[in-house]
């Protein structure tokens, strides 16, 4: 079996073992050309998970929809559109590939918050529906996205990785 001269002897080991405890047959041509092709996967990988990532961004979107729409009409709790909010936004966030695209995303995400705590703290005034914890709730929601969108803004490399 030729393994190549740009494996090393404990590499080799490794990969011998692993093909022995897999049963599959150990690569034989390790060369940069068959590397592309075992990389070729990863891609496709890529693709199907965006897909994903879209479908489940589209979901969030339509729960969303369905719980603002009960909020409006009374029939649902603040915490039930805040957790559809917040299942929508994260969704969205998984989808941005640049750190500016993040960045407008928060701001949208901000201004969405500051509307429903405007619109809890008035309800829970005329005390038609939630409550206090609710307007509360909805400071804390919108309090939450400030501090991301602080960071975002000023630590860009590291709003990818949350």
Do not use: I
Request: aromatic share 4%; with cysteine.
């Amino acid at each position: 079996m030729s393994w190549g001269r740009s494996l090393s002897l404990p590499l080799a080991a490794v990969v011998l073992l692993a093909a022995v405890l897999t049963g599959q047959e150990p690569a034989k041509d390790l060369t940069p050309k068959s590397r592309k092709r075992a990389a070729a996967p990863a891609t496709r990988l890529e693709g199907e998970l965006r897909r994903l990532l879209t479908e489940r961004r589209d979901t969030a979107a339509e729960g969303l929809r369905l719980a603002q729409a009960n909020y409006d009409r009374q029939t649902t709790s603040l915490s039930e559109l805040l957790l559809a909010l917040n299942r929508y936004h994260r969704a969205r966030l998984e989808l941005c590939e640049t750190p500016a695209e993040r960045v407008d995303v928060l701001r949208e995400m901000l201004r969405t918050a500051q509307d429903l705590e405007t619109k809890a703290k008035t309800f829970a005034q005329l005390n038609v529906t939630g409550n206090l914890q609710d307007a509360a709730a909805a400071r804390f929601h919108r309090l939450d996205l400030e501090v991301e969108l602080w960071r975002a803004t000023r630590e860009p490399d590291a709003t990818l990785q949350r």
